[in-house]
């Protein structure tokens, strides 16, 4: 999918530069991809959602198919459909007009119209990494983005967590030590700013596909953050 405009991110002064190099391994990768993929966005992925946003959800890093293809967190992959789907099903997220295609609900493409309400999705990496693991020193590094986007919320009072990898993430970001905070699917950690941490499992295709992550399961952790099903949709 060409992407023929930039995002625009709710948060432009937290992001990194489009050609941010100071990850020189990340930066490598990202070369092969603009020659293997030169439509994708390949550069660091932006925050997507609401300022206001009372609730952030945060991700790992992009994926190489997903939001390093369409330049949006969690979007164009089993990964977001399921976090979409969430979404919807919570009423967090409108379109600016109906979507023809049922499957554009769920964030199978950048340009669908969506327009979430009350919440913003991050990423602790901002840049795809090899095999979608980044290394600590990675980590660290784009750490301050994650620390600026949660200082520039005002409105922020709960985060979720999407894997064990983002739950440390944000634990750091937010001044914590780890041994204190210990990741576990619906674990609920109450920070030292004020803030409500819950961790899940992330809505990645091989947790789907092995169970260890279920609509039900991921429906209990929205659940813990106060969310409430909407009455059914007609």
């Known amino acids: 999918m060409h992407i023929s405009t930039p995002p625009i991110s709710p948060l432009p002064a937290t992001e990194a530069a489009h050609d941010c190099a100071l990850c020189p391994r990340l930066v490598e990768y990202r070369h092969a991809c603009q020659a293997e993929f030169p439509n994708f966005w390949n550069s660091p992925v932006p925050a997507f959602g609401d300022p206001g946003a009372w609730l952030a959800i945060v991700g790992l890093a992009p994926g190489k198919h997903g939001a390093n293809r369409t330049g949006r967190p969690f979007t164009g992959d089993p990964s977001g459909e399921m976090l979409f789907a969430a979404l919807r099903k919570f009423d967090l997220i409108d379109y600016a007009e109906p979507p023809h295609e049922p499957s554009h609900l769920y964030g199978s493409f950048k340009n669908d119209g969506a327009h979430l309400k009350g919440v913003i999705i991050l990423n602790a990496v901002k840049c795809l990494p090899p095999e979608n693991k980044p290394t600590p020193d990675e980590m660290r590094t784009c750490r301050p983005?994650?620390?600026?986007?949660?200082?520039?919320?005002?409105?922020?009072?709960?985060?979720?967590?999407?894997?064990?990898?983002?739950?440390?993430?944000?634990?750091?970001a937010c001044g914590e030590k780890l041994p204190k905070r210990r990741f576990a699917h619906a674990a609920?950690?109450?920070?030292?700013?004020?803030?409500?941490?819950?961790?899940?499992?992330?809505?990645?295709?091989?947790?789907?596909?092995?169970?260890?992550?279920?609509?039900?399961t991921f429906d209990e952790v929205f659940a813990l953050a106060g969310l409430e099903l909407p009455p059914a949709r007609h």
Do not use: M
Not at 193 to 210: E, K, P, V
């Open 145 to 172: 983005h994650l620390e600026s986007s949660f200082g520039a919320l005002p409105n922020l009072t709960t985060i979720i967590a999407l894997g064990q990898v983002a739950h440390q993430s944000v634990v750091k």
């Open 188 to 216: 609920v950690h109450k920070l030292l700013n004020g803030r409500t941490l819950i961790d899940s499992y992330h809505t990645s295709r091989y947790n789907q596909n092995t169970g260890r992550i279920t609509e039900e």
